[in-house]
Structure formats: structure tokens, C-alpha cells
């Protein structure tokens, strides 16, 4: 498995709650990492992206200053630190990696995780 999401579960409104997405050596090296999330009845949207140095970061308007994305090296991990967490967060999260030098993943190598649901209760 290239990427491998996980850290879901359930979670009250205000909370906090970090993903992880475990990575192939060759994987983790893609220029850019990055998560997605894909609500009920809505198309996939980027959520953060870094660089393979680890920065800079870009974030998503709804989620700047709540969420942080981040990477281990050691660990070929990359994470999503999310809080203050909002009902409207609750999706599946993907993990992508991008080889691409424009970081927008729509790179044609471009790696999916398998996606890790979580939702936000009120």
C-alpha cells in the first residue's frame, strides 16, 4: 500500500482529532502531500498540502488557523492536526501525494490514499 490513511472516529464539535497517512519511502518523496476531504453529496475538495521539505503549507479558506499539516520524515508520515472542530468538517479524509512540480494533484501520477471517515457531532 502507497498511502495509508487512518485516525477517524468521532468527534464532538470544538474537539480535536489527528490523521495520519503512512507513506512508501518512494511515495513520501513526491514533491507534495497533501489531504482531501469528500463530503455527503459533494465532489472531493482540497482541504492542505505541503511541500516535501515541509513547507511551505497551503491551506483551505475553512480550515486555516484550525487545522496544521505536517510531516515526519523518519516516519514517512504525513499529519493533519485538526481542531476546533466543526460539524461541517465531517467527510472522508484522503491523503494524496503528488509528484508534480505544480501541487495542485492533478498530476497524472498523482497517489490516493484509501480515505479515513470521521465525523463531527454537534
Known amino acids: 500500500v502507497q498511502l495509508q490513511a487512518c485516525g477517524g472516529g468521532l468527534v464532538q464539535a470544538g474537539g480535536s482529532l489527528r490523521l495520519s497517512c503512512a507513506a512508501s519511502?518512494?511515495?513520501?518523496?513526491?514533491?507534495?502531500m497533501g489531504w482531501f476531504r469528500q463530503a455527503p453529496g459533494k465532489e472531493r475538495a482540497f482541504v492542505a498540502s505541503?511541500?516535501?521539505?515541509?513547507?511551505?503549507?497551503y491551506y483551505a479558506n475553512s480550515v486555516r488557523g484550525r487545522f496544521t499539516i505536517s510531516r515526519d520524515n523518519a516516519k514517512n508520515t504525513v499529519y493533519l492536526q485538526m481542531n476546533n472542530l466543526k460539524p461541517e468538517d465531517t467527510a472522508v479524509y484522503y491523503c494524496?501525494?503528488?509528484?508534480?512540480?505544480?501541487?495542485?494533484?492533478?498530476?497524472?501520477?498523482?497517489?490516493w490514499g484509501q480515505g479515513t471517515q470521521f465525523t463531527v457531532s454537534s
Open positions: 494524496a501525494a503528488d509528484p508534480g512540480t505544480v501541487g495542485d494533484f492533478r498530476h497524472e501520477d498523482t497517489t
Open positions: 519511502e518512494r511515495t513520501f518523496s513526491s514533491n507534495y
Open positions: 505541503l511541500r516535501w521539505r515541509g513547507s511551505p503549507t
